[in-house]
């Protein structure tokens, strides 16, 4: 079924009290966790052509729509799209191999985190970084797994870009927003248009009377 998505359902009304302390110990120390052999072997290949010049990031590209999307936007420069789901990217490297897929759109098979820490090993840069998947993790106990609580949150943003997260859940874009505070980067958060929806998942929530919401840094 399409327009049958379950809301959030949190006892969480706003952002973590806890969301300070945690974000703070992040920024102060080294994230030591080593990517693993195979993300290493994926990232190699694909390394050229993002240290050749300005790219994208989708970052949690599921099937690659809205890397395909992003690619049609921005088609001055590559657009890569990330993500562990080897089924979920199935579907776009179909795409990619019919040639129903722009030229500049790369998929990659990796963990994020995996994939956040490389590049960064490697001083890449892109241009744009978009967060499209919502992964809110709504149970407060479960704070430390949202990408702003994580100990991957100062990689992620060494790899610098405008910041877009998307998410139907708006303690976890306030969330996201205080982060980005912390570390000294401005932000605001504002509701998503339905009619500017760019993955599947956003659509679904759109038909099923949710509020979509994002955060964009300034």
């Known amino acids: 079924m399409f327009a049958n998505s379950a809301p959030v359902v ?18 102060e120390t080294t994230y030591r966790r080593e990517p693993g052999a195979v993300c290493r072997a994926a990232f190699a290949r ?17 099937t690659g729509e809205g890397t395909f999307a992003l690619a049609r936007r921005f088609a001055d420069r590559t657009v890569l799209g990330v993500d562990k789901s080897a089924v979920r990217l199935a579907t776009g490297f179909r795409r990619c191999a019919a040639g129903q897929a722009p030229a500049n759109a790369v998929l990659l098979h990796c963990e994020l985190v995996d994939f956040w820490q ?8 892109c241009t744009h ?6 992964n809110p993790w709504p149970k407060p106990e479960h704070l430390k797994r949202r990408w702003h609580a994580h100990p991957v949150f100062p990689t992620l943003l060494a790899l610098g870009g ?3 997260l998307r998410t139907n859940w708006r303690v976890y874009a306030d969330e996201f927003r205080a982060a980005l505070t912390i570390a000294n980067i401005g932000s605001r ?7 500017e929806p760019l993955t599947p998942f956003e659509r679904k929530y759109a038909a099923s009377g949710h509020r979509l919401w994002r955060c964009v840094s300034t």
């Open 189 to 195: 958060c504002q509701a998503l248009a339905p009619a």
């Open 46 to 62: 694909v390394l050229p052509r993002l240290a050749a010049a300005p790219f994208v990031l989708d970052a949690g590209c599921g």
């Open 129 to 134: 970084q978009y967060l499209l998947y919502p």
């Open 10 to 27: 949190s006892s969480q009304r706003a952002p973590h009290a806890r969301l300070g302390e945690i974000v703070l110990r992040h920024m």
């Open 162 to 164: 405008a910041l877009e």
């Open 118 to 125: 490389l590049a960064a090993a490697a001083r890449l840069r």
